[in-house]
């Protein structure tokens, strides 16, 4: 008996020592838990029965190895799920919006807003030169810069809002390969658990695979026992659903499907379709286990989609959490909501509008003066090729190979008359409403604005958006750095419990160590009390 107790001692402290060496192996492991060997008594002697033997106490028998438990604490990780969605969201957010600093690049030298003075400038430059061809070539030339600025402007915004597109079609990939990860895994806990097996390393890499899948979307988790012989700290395979919908059960797994406003509609992928980005229509989930007619499971890996679109409202409305997918369409386009369409759709709409109004109110404002030849007259100094018009404008082909169009003067057939020019000039100042009407003094000629930028000059206007970008900025930095903040906290408490120390371990090593010895020093003395009964006793006078 005391043989067996101490050969069982020395098998769990063994275990421990060896499940204490694979701690420290994967110390740097990501996603690792830590482990312990839970260790309990074995049932005493003698068992309750008639025929039990009568001692005066319940002998103990030793020790054994309930159970290998990971060291998890699952309050802990759905906070840190729910912060990892409000990190990837505003990470991704402010990712976007860096991008767009980037391309606007305000203030700078080289800017809309640069290059909007310098073209005022050549035109106040040209009423004072009316008839010099140089002033007026630099003028052509300084509404050719304006022109290109509004063009790559607009163009870089509108490559980027492709490349988000992509990186929708590539996020969404990735989702469903995690998803078809995390089915696989639930099959094999699912193989393994009835039959007693604590499959730990296998929960790591499941839980490992959550935590990427909650940076896109928000998941809720719920655990379904295998049955069977399943110890009590198996944890079973996981329910996964989002927005209600069964994306994993068991070995079976749904997808999802990120669709544009099309009709029929099609998934994102960042292409241009009819010459424009379609914004984001709905999102579309299949069902975690496919099913016929008849309400059986299907035999292969075909699905059903028993799930009607998601609307942007309700993925944005969501109280558990929006996720690095939601920033990214927030960013790409969407349908209108709350008085927005996306980061990048609404910058292009209020870039369009600058230009669209510009040229309307130059373009009519120009038709209203005089040429050095009135054969030249040209009314249209801007000129774009499509729409919109901030990508395709353009100075007139005609003005560019005849500057002596331009229409400087106020009056016919004055060709030092420059007034009208520095009227073109005076427009900087100009707030733009429907109605307003400017004249110069003398002449017969006046200016009828009709476009409307909201009682603003194109300049305010323009440094208005920029604004605005620098506070959508700001908050994003704000909101990225507190969720950041959170993140680590809660990470910190996370790797408390789940991470592996060192020194610990260490600890952990030599108390099992000491144990071990311990156990086998027990089985040396009573082998050497054997030793004395068996062939010590009965021998007297041999």
């Given amino acids: 008996m005391g043989l067996e107790a101490s050969k069982k001692g020395l098998f769990v402290q063994q275990s421990a020592l060896y499940t204490t060496g694979h701690n420290i192996s994967n110390a740097n492991t990501e996603g690792y838990t830590r482990q312990r060997v839970n260790m309990q008594a074995t049932p005493g002697f003698p068992h309750p029965g008639l025929n039990s033997p009568q001692y005066p106490g319940h002998m103990g028998t030793g020790v054994e190895a309930h159970s290998i438990q990971r060291m998890r604490d699952e309050f802990t990780d759905r906070q840190f799920r729910q912060e990892t969605g409000k990190l990837g969201y505003w990470d991704s957010t402010l990712k976007s919006i860096n991008q767009m600093e980037d391309i606007l690049n305000e203030p700078s030298e080289f800017g809309i807003n640069q290059a909007f003075t310098e073209f005022w400038k050549a035109f106040q430059d040209l009423s004072a030169q009316p008839t010099d061809s140089a002033a007026r070539k630099v003028a052509v030339a300084r509404a050719e810069s304006l022109a290109e600025a509004f063009n790559y402007n607009y163009t870089q915004l509108e490559t980027i809002q492709g490349n988000l597109g992509n990186e929708i079609a590539v996020s969404t990939q990735q989702i469903n390969t995690i998803l078809e990860k995390i089915a696989l895994i639930n099959d094999q806990v699912k193989t393994l658990e009835p039959n007693g097996y604590v499959t730990n390393d296998l929960y790591d890499a499941r839980d490992l695979l959550v935590d990427k899948l909650n940076e896109y979307i928000p998941v809720s988790i719920e655990r379904i026992p295998s049955g069977g012989l399943a110890s009590e700290v198996a944890e079973g395979s996981l329910k996964i659903t ?15 499907a990120v669709n544009d406003s099309q009709d029929p509609p099609k998934q994102i992928d960042g292409a241009i379709d009819g010459g424009a980005y379609s914004p984001f229509g709905g999102l579309t989930i299949t069902t975690a286990k496919p099913l016929n007619s008849e309400g059986t499971v299907k035999s292969g890996a075909e699905y059903e989609n028993t799930s009607p679109p998601i609307t942007y409202e309700t993925l944005y409305n969501s109280h558990g959490g929006r996720g690095q997918l939601l920033a990214l369409i927030d960013s790409y386009g969407h349908a209108p909501h709350n008085g927005t369409s996306g980061l990048y759709p609404d910058m292009m709409a209020e870039l369009n509008k600058v230009a669209e109004t510009f040229v309307q109110v130059f373009n009519a404002a120009h038709a209203q003066g005089f ?123 996370r790797a408390s419990m789940n991470s592996v120390s060192l020194d610990e371990e260490m600890t952990n090593m030599i108390t099992f160590q000491q144990a071990y010895n311990a156990n086998a020093r027990m089985i040396t003395v009573v082998d050497e009390t054997l030793d004395k009964i068996i062939n010590g006793m009965g021998r007297v006078g041999l």
């Avoid at 506070?471 to 750095?481: E, R």
């Fill in 371 to 493: 040429p050095l030849d009135p054969a030249t007259k040209i009314n249209d100094f801007f000129k774009p090729t499509g729409t919109p018009a901030a990508k395709t404008m353009g100075v007139n082909g005609d003005i560019v190979s005849n500057p002596n169009s331009i229409a400087a003067s106020s009056r016919e057939k004055e060709e030092g008359n420059g007034r009208w020019a520095l009227e073109l000039s005076n427009l900087q100042f100009a707030n733009i409403r429907p109605g307003v009407t400017i004249t110069v003094p003398g002449a017969t000629n006046s200016i009828t604005i009709n476009g409307d930028l909201g009682g603003f000059t194109f300049q305010d206007f323009y440094t208005g958006i920029i604004g605005d970008l620098a506070v959508m900025g700001d908050k994003a930095i704000t909101n990225q750095f507190n969720s950041q903040t959170q993140m680590i906290t809660v990470s910190n408490q």
């Fill in 242 to 256: 989002y927005q209600g919908k069964v994306l994993v059960e068991g070995k079976y797994h749904g997808e999802i």
